[in-house]
């Protein structure tokens, strides 16, 4: 599913207009990657919630090569998902 979807689902399940839908869908995009840019965590209940992880430097391994790389330090989202949303999918 592409966020074009996900703005056709909203606009059909809403009744909305297509603007309305695309802004709506934006306006949650951006506010989740502002907050987990800033290194907060967004819980969504009965969803789950995406987490800011800190990965430290380490040495890595060209998969091709052989050779040894370093890797830098970075952040990385993760995501937890609800008991709710586990029994769904499953």
Known sequence: MT???I???VWAELN??????RDAVEAVFNTLKNVLAKGDQVE?????KFIIRE???RIGR??????EAKITARRVVTFKPSKIFRN???
């Open 3 to 5: 966020k074009e979807d």
């Open 7 to 9: 703005i056709k689902n």
């Open 16 to 21: 909305i207009s297509n603007k309305q839908a």
């Open 44 to 48: 969504i209940r009965g969803f789950g």
């Open 55 to 57: 990965k430290n430097t």
């Open 62 to 67: 060209n998969p091709r090569t052989g050779e």
């Open 88 to 90: 769904t999918v499953n």
